[in-house]
Structures are given as structure tokens and as C-alpha cells.
């Protein structure tokens, strides 16, 4: 099993992330939950986990200064920075501290499993471990499919990507490349972003306990307008993005 350390001041944070942790199809496990940096300290040196996952704004000791004391203590252990701040100068400090990944709250869940992904297999390698199971390619997709898909599953934040964009990307015909998604996913390419992002969006709201506000979701999911945001969220869910998420919460409170 690969340990896994939590160091967040937000008790809900640390439970949800636990939570996902538990119900991964791989074999991670949270072994100590830290509120500070000088908890996760001294954690760390009696756990020796094999992740850190850590926030940086934290009392006592911040998460950037944690991660610069474990540097001196190991430098076996992946960390990944996962945190409400959406600042250059803080992504810049944690790249000098040779993070593995960055992480913006509120996280999709899906994002969270596919960085817990490439994490196991950098681990497999890493202490030269065989997969516990069979991997399966998806081969219903043409090449060219897959790989569009697999970008924008990337890059939906992206504000400015789109059709043109992608195209250009992988110097394709824009037509021909939507047709064929169309063929092959039954949707075409902005019906595949536009489902992908509110798919996002929808995760973000059912796991938000700080109830971010609801422009900065829009910009975590791709849109640079909170107004334009909730019209198409309205017209593919049916429902305006609060009101999802008061029917939602209002569910689960019953």
C-alpha cells in the first residue's frame, strides 16, 4: 500500500479527501491527517509516507514551509499542492520545491483520481511494481479521437480553448475532426466540452463544503463569465447552477 499524509486546516477538506482516497481502485492509504505544517512534520518523520497532500495556507507552519523542511528530511516522497489559492507567484514557489502536481480547490473528483493515477504509476516504476490489474485501451476510438479527447479531459479550463485551437493543436480540419467525434462519441465538439465542463462543474458543487463562489467555479470549468456560465448550465441541466446546488444539499441534509 502506498501511505498516504493529508495536511489541511479545514477538517472537511481532510475527510473529503480521505473519503476519495478510500474508495480508489488502487492501493493508497491514508496512514495520518495533519491541521498544521508542524503536525505534518512531525508525521511525516514518524510515517515515512510515500504522498503528501498539502494545502498551503496552514497555521504555525504554512504548506510551502513544510514542503521546504521535508526536503531536508527526504526527498523519496511525492507531494502534491492542493489549494485555494490561484496565484503565479505561489504555483512558481511550489515548482522550485519540485512538487509533483498543483491542485486548485474546489477539485473535481474526476481531476483528483487522474492525478492519484499517474501518481500509482510513477510509484509502480518508481520501486519497479508489476500492475495488480490488467490496463484496457480504449479501442472503440479512432487515433485522432482519443487524442483530442484525452487534451480537452486535460484542458477543459482552458477559457480560451476551442474548436480552432485544437485543431491548429493537432493540424487537423476543424470540420472533419467534430464530425468525427460526432460519429464516434455521439456528440460533437463543443457538445463534448460543453457536457465535459458542466460535468465538472457539477462535481465541484456536490463536494464544495465551502461553497465557493460561483464565479470561481465557472472560471475553474472554462468560463471567464459567471453570466454565461449559469445560461448554458441552465439550459443542458435545467436548472440554474445555485439552485442545483441548494436541491442538492437540500437532498443530502434530509
Excluded at 493529508?6 to 481502485?25: F, N, Q, S, T
Excluded at 504555483?91 to 492519484?116: C, E, S
Excluded at 449559469?230 to 439552485?243: A, D, L, Q, T
Aim: neutral net charge; aromatic residues 12%.
Amino acid at each position: 500500500m502506498w501511505k498516504v499524509l493529508i495536511a489541511d486546516d479545514e477538517p472537511k477538506i481532510r475527510h473529503g479527501l480521505k473519503k476519495w482516497i478510500d474508495e480508489l481502485d488502487m492501493p493508497f492509504e491514508v496512514i495520518a491527517e495533519a491541521k498544521n505544517g508542524l503536525e505534518a512534520i512531525a508525521l511525516y518523520q514518524e510515517y515515512r509516507p510515500n504522498l503528501c497532500l498539502v494545502d498551503i495556507n496552514m497555521p504555525i507552519i504554512n504548506g510551502l514551509e513544510f514542503i521546504r523542511s521535508l526536503k531536508d528530511i527526504s526527498k523519496e516522497s511525492l507531494i502534491v499542492i492542493i489549494t485555494g489559492y490561484d496565484s503565479f507567484d505561489y504555483v512558481l514557489k511550489a515548482l522550485k520545491l519540485h512538487v509533483y502536481d498543483y491542485l486548485l480547490k474546489p477539485v473535481p473528483r474526476t481531476d483528483f483520481i487522474n492525478i492519484m493515477r499517474k501518481i500509482h504509476e510513477e510509484f509502480k516504476l518508481q520501486y519497479n511494481v508489476s500492475d495488480y490489474q490488467n490496463k484496457k485501451i480504449p479501442l472503440e476510438y479512432s487515433a485522432i479521437v482519443l487524442r483530442v479527447k484525452e487534451y480537452l479531459d486535460e484542458n477543459y479550463s482552458d477559457s480560451e480553448l476551442n474548436l480552432s485551437k485544437v485543431a491548429l493543436i493537432f493540424n487537423i480540419n476543424k470540420t472533419y475532426i467534430s464530425k468525427l467525434m460526432k460519429q464516434e462519441l455521439g456528440m460533437s465538439f463543443i457538445e463534448y466540452l460543453t457536457n465535459l465542463r458542466l460535468s465538472k462543474a457539477k462535481e465541484i458543487i456536490k463536494n464544495d463544503v465551502l461553497r465557493t463562489p460561483m464565479y470561481e467555479i465557472a472560471a475553474r470549468v472554462g468560463y471567464g463569465s459567471q453570466h454565461y456560465f449559469s445560461r448554458v448550465f441552465k439550459n443542458v441541466v435545467g436548472v440554474s447552477p445555485i439552485e442545483y446546488r441548494n436541491n442538492f444539499q437540500n437532498n443530502w441534509h434530509k
